[in-house]
C-alpha cells in the first residue's frame, strides 16, 4: 500500500507541477511543486491515522472519511486538470489511474487492516481460552490426586483402628474363657473333694500345674504380641524414613531440572531485538517458573523491564477460581 501511495505521489507531483507552473506568476513559479506535495502529505496522513486507528480497534467518525475523499478528489481533478483544460480525453484518463488507485487502495486498505485486527483479537481470545481450559484440567486432575490420597490414608487408618480393635476383642475372649475354665474347675474340684481326698488333692496337684503351664502359655503369648507390636512400630517407622527418603530424592531432581532449563535459558542470550509477544510470553512464563529475574527476562525476551514486571506479576498473581478452591 506504501508503494502505491509513494508511486502516486511522486506522479502527482510530475503531473500537477507544469499546471501549476502554467498557472503562476513567473517570480513564484518555484511555488508550483508546494501544492501537490500538501494535498498528497494529507493523503500520507489519512492513510497512516487510519493504519493506526484499525490497529487499536477504534474509528475516527465522519471527518477522516470526508478528509479522505476530498484529498482523493484534489487528487485526482489535479492530476487531470491539464488534460482537460486541452480537451485531451486520452490523458484524462491515463491521468486518473493514479489518484483513483490511490483512492480505491485507501479504502481497501482500511478494510484490510480492520479485518485483519479483529482476525488477530479472535486469535488471541481463542488462546486465552485455551490456556484457560488447561489451567482447569490441571486444577481439576490435583484435585483429584489430593482426593485420592485423603482416601488412601483413611483406609489406612480405618484398618488400623480394626486391627486394634479385633486383638483387643480377642484379649477379651481369651480371658472370658480363661475366667470360665478357672470356675468350672473350682467348682468339679469341690465336688470331687468329699468323694476321694487323695484323688482331690493329686488332682489339685494336676490342676496346679496346668495352671503354671497356662500362664506361662499366657506370658509367651503376651510376649509374642508386644514383639508384633514392636515389630510393626518398626516398619511404619522403615515405611516413614522411606517417604521421607523419597521426598528427598524427589526434591533434589527438581532443583537438578530447574538448574538446567535456567542452564538452557541463559545459554539463549540477550535478544538480537524484541521477540512476537506470544513467544515472549512462554519465554517469560519459563524464565519465571525457573527463578530468573525481571531484568535476566527483559534482556532475553528485547521488551522492557516494565512490560516483564506485569508478565511476572499476572504469573504471581493466582487465577480467581483457584482462590476460591481454596478459600
Known amino acids: 500500500m506504501w508503494s502505491i501511495v509513494s508511486g502516486a505521489m511522486l506522479f502527482s507531483v510530475l503531473t500537477v507541477t507544469p499546471l501549476m507552473t502554467a498557472h503562476t506568476?513567473?517570480?513564484w513559479a518555484w511555488t508550483a511543486p508546494i501544492l501537490p506535495l500538501v494535498v498528497d502529505s494529507a493523503v500520507v496522513i489519512v492513510v497512516r491515522l487510519d493504519?493506526?486507528?484499525a490497529r487499536?480497534?477504534?474509528r475516527g467518525g465522519p471527518w477522516?472519511?470526508?478528509?479522505?475523499w476530498m484529498t482523493g478528489a484534489m487528487t485526482l481533478l489535479l492530476n487531470v486538470g491539464a488534460s482537460a483544460l486541452v480537451g485531451d480525453?486520452?490523458?484524462v484518463a491515463v491521468h486518473s489511474v493514479a489518484p483513483l488507485l490511490l483512492i480505491v487502495t485507501a479504502e481497501a486498505g482500511l478494510a484490510y487492516r480492520r479485518a485483519l485486527a479483529a482476525a488477530v483479537k479472535g486469535l488471541e481470545e481463542r488462546e486465552e481460552a485455551t490456556r484457560q481450559a488447561r489451567e482447569t484440567a490441571a486444577e481439576k486432575l490435583e484435585e483429584a490426586r489430593l482426593q485420592r490420597v485423603r482416601e488412601r490414608r483413611e483406609h489406612e487408618a480405618a484398618e488400623a483402628r480394626e486391627q486394634r480393635e479385633h486383638e483387643a476383642r480377642l484379649i477379651r475372649e481369651e480371658a472370658e474363657r480363661a475366667e470360665r475354665v478357672r470356675r468350672e474347675e473350682r467348682e468339679a474340684r469341690e465336688r470331687h473333694e468329699?468323694?476321694?481326698r487323695e484323688a482331690g488333692e493329686r488332682r489339685e496337684r494336676e490342676r496346679e500345674q496346668q495352671r503354671l503351664e497356662r500362664?506361662?502359655?499366657?506370658?509367651?503369648?503376651?510376649q509374642q504380641r508386644e514383639l508384633e507390636a514392636r515389630q510393626q512400630q518398626e516398619r511404619e517407622r522403615q515405611a516413614r524414613a522411606d517417604e521421607v527418603e523419597r521426598e528427598r530424592r524427589e526434591r533434589e531432581r527438581e532443583q537438578q531440572r530447574l538448574e538446567r532449563e535456567r542452564a538452557e535459558l541463559l545459554?539463549?542470550?540477550p535478544a538480537a531485538e524484541k521477540l512476537p509477544e506470544p513467544e515472549a510470553r512462554t519465554l517469560v512464563k519459563r524464565l519465571h517458573a525457573v527463578g530468573l529475574g525481571i531484568r535476566v527476562a527483559a534482556e532475553l525476551t528485547g521488551w522492557s523491564v516494565g512490560w516483564v514486571s506485569g508478565r511476572y506479576q499476572e504469573l504471581r498473581t493466582p487465577p480467581a477460581g483457584l482462590e476460591g478452591a481454596a478459600s
Open 25 to 27: 506568476p513567473d517570480d
Open 51 to 53: 493504519s493506526v486507528l
Open 56 to 58: 487499536l480497534g477504534g
Open 64 to 68: 477522516p472519511v470526508a478528509l479522505r
Open 89 to 91: 480525453l486520452v490523458g
Open 194 to 196: 468329699r468323694e476321694e
Open 215 to 222: 500362664e506361662r502359655a499366657e506370658r509367651q503369648a503376651q
Open 267 to 269: 545459554a539463549l542470550g
